[in-house]
C-alpha cells in the first residue's frame, strides 16, 4: 500500500540554523509531492509543490529537493528563525490522483 | 479573500448524539474534500466530491459518517450516533480541477474541532 514516512521526532534547532526535514515514501509513482506547514489548532498551509523533473525548488528561505530514485524529499529552511516553529506535512496524491495522502508530519522547533 | 470556511470551529457533544460539520469552499472551486485529524497525526483522507458527486470514500468513513454536497457548492458532514472516537478535528479542503498533473493546490480551511464526551 501506499505510504509516506516522515520523521515523528520532534526536530529542535537554534535560531540561525538550517533545518532539515525528510519525507520518504513508497509504492508511489507521483508526479509531484507538496509540502505544508500546519500550526496548532490550525488547518495545513502550502507551502511549496515540486515535479518529479524537478530536482530542486526554492522560495525565499525554503528549498526542497525530490529525488525519484530514493523516493525521497528533503525540506530545508534556511536562517531558521522562531516563528517558523510548526508542524511540517509532506503529502503526495495516491495512485488514482482523487486524494492527498499525508505523512504524519515533523514538528519543528526554533528556540532564539 | 475568501478563503474555505468551516462551521462550527468547536463543538462538545455527548455520545450518542449526531453533530453536522459544513464547508464553504473557495467558490470557483470545484473539488471538496474533508479529512479527519487527531493529535500527532497527518490529516486522514474521508471522502472526496467534484461538484456534487461523491466521488470517493475512504475506508475511514463509517456507516454513521454521511457527507453531501447538494448543489455543488457547501457541503456537510454528518456524523451520526458519535462515539468518543470520533473526537477529532474534521478539515475541509477545495481546489480547482484539474489537480493531480496541473499541480493546482489545495486549501484548506481551519477545521471543525469535535468533542464527544
Known amino acids: 500500500s501506499q505510504k509516506i514516512e516522515q520523521n515523528s521526532e520532534a526536530l529542535n534547532i537554534q535560531e540561525g540554523k538550517t533545518a532539515t526535514l525528510t519525507c520518504n515514501y513508497t509504492?508511489?509513482?507521483?508526479?509531484?509531492l507538496q509540502w505544508y506547514r500546519q500550526d496548532p489548532g490550525r488547518g495545513p498551509v502550502f507551502l511549496l509543490l515540486i515535479r518529479e523533473n524537478e530536482k530542486e525548488k526554492r522560495k525565499e528561505r525554503l528549498k526542497v529537493t525530490f529525488d525519484t530514485t530514493l523516493k525521497q524529499s528533503l525540506f530545508h529552511i534556511t536562517a531558521s528563525q522562531p516563528a517558523d516553529s510548526a508542524t511540517y506535512l509532506c503529502a503526495l496524491f495516491n495512485q488514482a490522483g482523487t486524494a492527498l495522502i499525508f505523512g504524519k508530519g515533523t514538528t519543528l522547533s526554533v528556540s532564539s | 479573500d475568501t478563503g474555505v470556511s468551516q462551521d462550527p470551529r468547536h463543538k462538545i457533544t455527548k455520545r450518542g448524539q449526531n453533530v453536522t460539520f459544513r464547508c464553504d469552499p473557495i467558490s470557483e472551486h470545484n473539488r471538496l474534500y474533508w479529512y479527519r485529524q487527531t493529535l500527532g497525526q497527518g490529516p486522514e483522507f474521508l471522502t472526496y466530491f467534484q461538484n456534487e458527486a461523491q466521488l470517493e470514500k475512504s475506508r475511514l468513513l463509517s456507516d454513521r459518517f454521511s457527507a453531501e454536497r447538494p448543489k455543488g457548492s457547501f457541503s456537510t458532514l454528518e456524523i451520526q450516533r458519535t462515539e468518543q472516537g470520533d473526537s477529532a478535528m474534521y478539515l475541509c479542503?477545495?481546489?480547482?480541477?484539474?489537480?493531480?498533473?496541473?499541480?493546482?493546490?489545495?486549501?484548506f480551511g481551519e477545521g471543525s474541532w469535535l468533542t464527544v464526551v
Open positions: 479542503a477545495s481546489s480547482a480541477n484539474p489537480v493531480m498533473y496541473s499541480g493546482n493546490t489545495i486549501y
Open positions: 509504492n508511489y509513482s507521483p508526479a509531484y
